[in-house]
């Protein structure tokens, strides 16, 4: 939970049980409630210790995770100074770009229609194709401005003294240069370099090169055996399951795969494009570092190796948000660690504001259907995030959701996990809409003595 002082200056974060006790007894008053902040009604910025925070970022395409964290540092066993890192808060910032996507694929179709209708042709006056340095489409520029805009808030609401973000998926330049990678069992925990290792499995999607095999153990392979002048370098390594591995033996893979040419044609594609694609999948979070750059807190930009090889030391299941907290630098031989995971994920889907459009085209673009001139329908509009209290029926109980307004009244509530209509005699008003769904999930259940359960 977040907190504020007297003057709305961030706090640290506090316990979910210490916001209750506070809210219970008077001293605090809720500002938000997603994400849930409290400000305090008498302490001010000065009576409070405020060590700061860490925000990490794990950007994906399809969702960004973020967690809130603090380190402290404690001394290990052997005398050493080591760092403990708590996670406070999880968030997952869940992107629209497909939405998006499709938005422009549509509006294009609407205006070549147009085009073909009723204009006739006349040779343009001057270059109006022209994009500005740094374009990017809509729909990436869109995860870039989401995430920035939760970054910004979450700014507020929390001391926050540095950014981690996890910058490139692998780092190129390391795989490119990697010295060696020995043919040993890929699911041992990462050491240092595990770069290549991560990289592989991204790239054959964890499964075996030449059978398909997945869910087995997986050996690092030379397509051109060491023995006949195969080189370490990432554009002669694969993935393979051990039956293929000794199977294949100092054979190349043009001898092994020769009665599946499928396979062989699949397999060299792969090895002749490894680096490139990566480097385009890095270009957006190449911009969104340059962006948080902006905000005056230092940034720190990490590889996803890393991150990987830093969650599976802790014994961490993968998601967004599980890597957003193992991002960064973490000393393992030292003896630094995750000693907290957030019980819940905050769910901030991006929803957008609606629309200016007052009437919704069919396929075609012509007019289908016209919306009501008034936002506002019953005291609710579209994007509020309310309770609803249904007395009885299928959906009996109490839920909390994003309302979508009619005029009849009989609102349409959407939650995480289930869709359903209720009158607005039944809500209650949370939060006004601010272009994003809420919701809440559990993480991963995970203690450092058991690992997940
Ligand atoms: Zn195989």
């Avoid at 402290?72 to 808060?89: C, D, F, K, N």
């Avoid at 190129?172 to 370099?193: F, L, M, V, W, Y």
């Avoid at 020769?258 to 990566?278: C, I, S």
């Avoid at 994920?345 to 919306?371: C, E, H, K, M, W």
């Amino acid at each position: 939970m977040f907190v504020l002082a007297k003057g709305g200056e961030p706090l640290m974060p506090c316990h979910p049980a210490r916001a209750r006790e506070l809210l219970g007894s008077g001293r605090a008053v809720v500002v938000r409630r997603a994400p849930f902040t409290i400000r305090l009604k008498h302490r001010g910025c000065a009576d409070s210790a405020v060590p700061g925070v860490q925000l990490r970022l794990d950007p994906g395409s399809k969702a960004t995770g973020i967690a809130v964290t603090d380190e402290r540092a404690r001394s290990t066993s052997t005398g050493q100074a080591a760092v403990e890192r708590r996670g406070l808060i999880a968030i997952e910032l869940r992107h629209r770009g497909r939405q998006i996507h499709s938005a422009m694929t549509r509006r294009a179709a609407y205006r070549r229609r147009r085009r073909s209708a009723n204009l006739r042709y006349r040779a343009p006056r001057r270059d109006n194709r022209s994009r500005p340095d740094g374009w990017l489409p809509p729909s990436l520029r869109h995860r870039i401005d989401s995430t920035m805009s939760l970054v910004a808030r979450l700014c507020r609401y929390a001391p926050v003294r540095e950014i981690h973000v996890e910058q490139v998926a692998f780092d190129t330049a390391a795989i490119a240069a990697s010295p060696s990678a020995d043919a040993r069992d890929i699911r041992e925990p990462a050491p240092a370099g595990s770069e290549i290792r991560e990289f592989l499995l991204a790239t054959w999607k964890r499964s075996c090169a030449y059978c398909g095999a997945a869910g087995v153990p997986l050996n690092i392979e030379h397509v051109r055996p060491r023995s006949r002048g195969g080189s370490d370098r990432v554009t002669n390594l694969v993935l393979a399951c051990i039956p293929c591995n000794q199977a294949k033996g100092t054979a190349t893979v043009d001898e092994f795969l020769a009665d599946r040419p499928d396979r062989l044609k699949n397999v060299t594609a792969q090895l002749r494009k490894p680096l490139h694609d990566v480097a385009a999948m890095n270009t957006t979070r190449l911009v969104l570092v340059k962006a948080l750059a902006t905000r005056g807190v230092p940034v720190h930009a990490w590889s996803g190796g890393r991150t990987a090889g830093n969650r599976l030391a802790m014994g961490l299941p993968k998601s967004h948000t599980l890597d957003a907290l193992a991002n960064g630098l973490m000393d393992r031989e030292r003896g630094d660690r995750i000693v907290r995971v957030p019980a819940q994920i905050l769910v901030v889907r991006s929803t957008g504001r609606g629309s200016y459009a007052r009437t919704t085209p069919d396929r075609y673009g012509f007019p289908r259907l016209q919306r009501p001139r008034r936002k506002v329908q019953h005291g609710y509009a579209t994007g509020d995030l309310v309770v609803a209290v249904v007395p009885r029926g299928k959906w009996a109980g109490k839920w909390v959701g994003r309302v979508a307004v009619r005029t009849s009244g009989q609102h349409r509530i959407t939650t995480l996990t289930s869709r359903f209509d209720v009158s607005y005699r039944n809500l209650r008003l949370l939060q006004r809409a601010d272009g994003h769904a809420y919701g809440f999930t559990e993480e991963i259940r995970w203690s450092e003595e058991t690992g997940p359960a």
